[in-house]
């Protein structure tokens, strides 16, 4: 008894150490992503990375002001918060299954499922509450299910991110995400890093590439060359296409896994979402 006490014992500790030791490297991770960006803008605040590109151009924030002002989203968020309250047709609603909508559940998300073992984006809970309810899913990336997203995060602002990575196969899909991040791909052979890390702040044709820090506080966001809302996937598969790579499936493990990874290095900022991009 004593000797399996003690087994029992040492197979928590080093699960323990473990842990410790992930939330270390997630911690160090997120220290060095920030530090580039504060010696690459030393004249930014860390927490105006929110902003985006506007966080590092004072001409493009003056006029993006003055588009937040009559912003284009109000309308989808107005609809999201409609949607949001429809009744399904077994008597239940988005209610039931995001019952705290209204404190602010954006800062929570994604979040990893230790039953499934898989990143929970906002936009797969939506449509994981329908499928529980007998509802047929939205579609990814816009419309309906992008102006409840819009709704959600309305109700989060001012929130601050707090992603939590609960155990190993947590870490798993953080490294995941990573890699994508840091990994080449397309025609063009560019990274989200080549982009929004080691060149961020330059022109590409017509864009300000903007910093990669603050991307997921700001989502759904509404974006001009859209003429819509779109979600944060939207915007990953827009960039695929840009490198002259085949998109990925929208929430799919690949996007949920960046998105888990991306939002890791923004814990901490305030949900200002949705918002206007160019």
Not at 226 to 238: N, P
Request: glycine content about 6%; charged content about 25%; overall charge negative.
């Amino acid at each position: 008894m004593a000797t399996l006490l003690l087994s029992v014992s040492v197979h928590s500790q080093n699960n323990e150490n473990k842990q410790s030791s992930f939330q270390e490297n997630v911690k160090e991770d997120i220290q060095e992503f920030r530090d580039f960006y504060s010696k690459k803008f030393s004249n930014i605040d860390i927490n105006e990375f929110k902003d985006g590109v506007y966080a590092i151009d004072a001409k493009s924030r003056e006029q993006w002001l003055e588009i937040e002002e009559f912003a284009p989203y109000e309308i989808s968020v107005e609809e999201g918060e409609e949607a949001f309250g429809e009744t399904f047709a077994n008597g239940k609603s988005y209610i039931d299954c995001f019952p705290k909508v209204e404190d602010g559940i954006r800062q929570n998300y994604p979040y990893f499922n230790t039953e499934t073992n898989q990143v929970i984006t906002v936009e797969l809970a939506i449509n994981q509450c329908r499928k529980t309810n007998n509802e047929k899913p939205l579609a990814f990336g816009n419309g309906t299910l992008a102006d409840i997203s819009a709704y959600i995060s309305f109700a989060s602002r001012g929130q601050l991110l707090d992603i939590k990575l609960p155990n190993e196969k947590a870490y798993d899909a953080y490294m995941a995400g990573k890699k994508f991040f840091y990994s080449k791909r397309g025609q063009l052979n560019f990274a989200c890093a080549d982009c929004h890390l080691q060149i961020a702040g330059s022109m590409l044709r017509a864009d300000l590439l903007s910093p990669a820090l603050g991307h997921p506080t700001a989502m759904p966001v509404y974006r001009s060359n859209w003429g819509e809302l779109g979600t944060l996937h939207t915007r990953y598969a827009e960039c695929n296409k840009n490198v002259r790579a085949q998109p990925l499936e929208l929430q799919g493990e690949d996007y949920r896994n960046l998105e888990y990874f991306q939002t890791m290095m923004s814990q901490g900022m305030e949900v200002n979402g949705p918002s206007s991009r160019k």
